[in-house]
């Protein structure tokens, strides 16, 4: 593979369960970032990770955690997913933090009932 | 508080025709401007990037023209082709200002549809 993949495509979930969405990349890119897409709010970060074992809070991380424990890896979890964590989520990556270009994967598509 | 703004939600532009997407920002600190297109049911894809010390970087069919003192920026597309047909946002950051922040504050989007 070449780039960035996220697992799963889509995924109808219950309130009150707990999902992890997988992003893997194999450019041994520095950076990770985790967004979501809304309609009408375009891209927001939920978490960043500039390195390996780092991680920090984007622009709306209430309800997600993330972990760094390789280069390649960076999931999201939601620990008790809620109806308003319907959306779009994007998995990016860049060579480094400093807003190199990001390069996204395909996204995962989560709908909580 | 919206930091960078899109405020034209959809843009529709016959075929051959110039496409002229805006970007306006609010925040003196940022200092590198990115445009990204986006798919339906892809994630976007970085398409051109610029610095503030230059005020146009191009790219093919792609210009964007940078004007700092109106913090204001557009993406030219020349001629439109109906392959162009997609989401376009603008994102920015400030990279060298020494503020710390390396994320990327993206506008809402607009949808470019390019009429055949």
């Known amino acids: 593979i070449a780039g960035i993949t996220q697992a799963p495509t889509s995924q109808i979930l219950a309130a009150g369960r707990r999902m992890t969405l997988r992003c893997t990349q194999d450019?041994?890119?520095?950076?990770m970032y985790w967004y979501r897409q809304d309609l009408g709010l375009g891209l927001r970060l939920i978490h960043y990770s500039n390195t390996a074992g780092t991680t920090g809070k984007g622009e709306v991380p209430d309800g997600y955690s993330v972990s760094r424990a390789n280069t390649d890896d960076f999931p999201l979890t939601l620990a008790s997913a809620v109806p308003s964590q319907t959306s779009v989520y994007f998995c990016?990556?860049?060579?480094?933090?400093?807003?190199?270009?990001?390069?996204f994967g395909p996204g995962t598509r989560l709908t909580v009932l | 508080d919206q930091q960078v703004k899109q405020n034209s939600p959809s843009l529709s532009v016959q075929e051959g025709r110039i496409s002229i997407l805006n970007c306006d920002y609010t925040n003196s600190m940022f200092d590198y401007f990115l445009w990204y297109k986006k798919y339906p049911a892809e994630g976007p894809t970085f398409l051109i990037s610029?610095?503030?010390?230059?005020d146009k970087n191009e790219d093919g069919r792609f210009t964007v023209f940078l004007n700092k003192s109106a913090k204001h920026l557009s993406l030219h597309i020349v001629p439109s082709q109906p392959g162009d047909s997609a989401v376009y946002f603008c994102?920015?950051?400030?990279?060298?200002?020494?503020?710390?922040?390396?994320?990327?504050?993206f506008g809402k989007g607009t949808k470019l549809s390019v009429i055949p």
């Open positions: 994102a920015a950051s400030a990279r060298y200002s020494g503020a710390g922040s390396y994320q990327l504050t």
């Open positions: 990016a990556s860049s060579w480094s933090g400093m807003a190199d270009t990001q390069y």
């Open positions: 610029i610095s503030s010390i230059k």
């Open positions: 450019m041994r890119h520095n950076a």
